[in-house]
């Protein structure tokens, strides 16, 4: 399994990105996705999840801004960040866990958000 993640890039504050990850291989309609992120000198936090059914969850401070999705299709899941916050400025990454707890990452896409 391969990740690619992609859509990142510069937008001021209040302004919106969407960020995309494809899937290479298989099994990616039975697998959940997740997106996480690292700003610079903190640690990789979770940002959304969301279930091979599309169920997602958000961490508190996107909630409401950021909707994740899945084309399972396309083998692709999304993530349309809305309302952007200097805050939100960090490298972005897919992760696929599979059903054994095998975990696979993107190589991650950086979104910065300018005040």
């Known amino acids: 399994v391969q990740l690619q993640a992609f859509g990142g890039g510069l937008v001021q504050a209040g302004g919106y990105l969407r960020l995309s990850c494809a899937a290479s291989?298989?099994?990616?309609?039975?697998?959940?996705m997740a997106w996480y992120r690292q700003a610079p000198g903190k640690q990789r936090e979770l940002v959304a999840t969301?279930?091979?059914?599309?169920?997602?969850n958000y961490a508190v401070s996107v909630k409401g801004r950021f909707t994740i999705s899945r084309a399972n299709d396309k083998n692709t899941v999304y993530l349309q960040m809305n309302s952007l916050k200097p805050e939100d400025t960090a490298v972005y990454y897919c992760?696929?866990?599979?059903?054994?707890?095998?975990?696979?990452w993107g190589q991650g896409t950086q979104v910065t958000v300018s005040s």
């Open positions: 992760k696929m866990t599979t059903r054994l707890g095998d975990m696979y």
């Open positions: 291989g298989s099994g990616f309609s039975t697998n959940p």
């Open positions: 969301i279930t091979t059914l599309g169920n997602p």
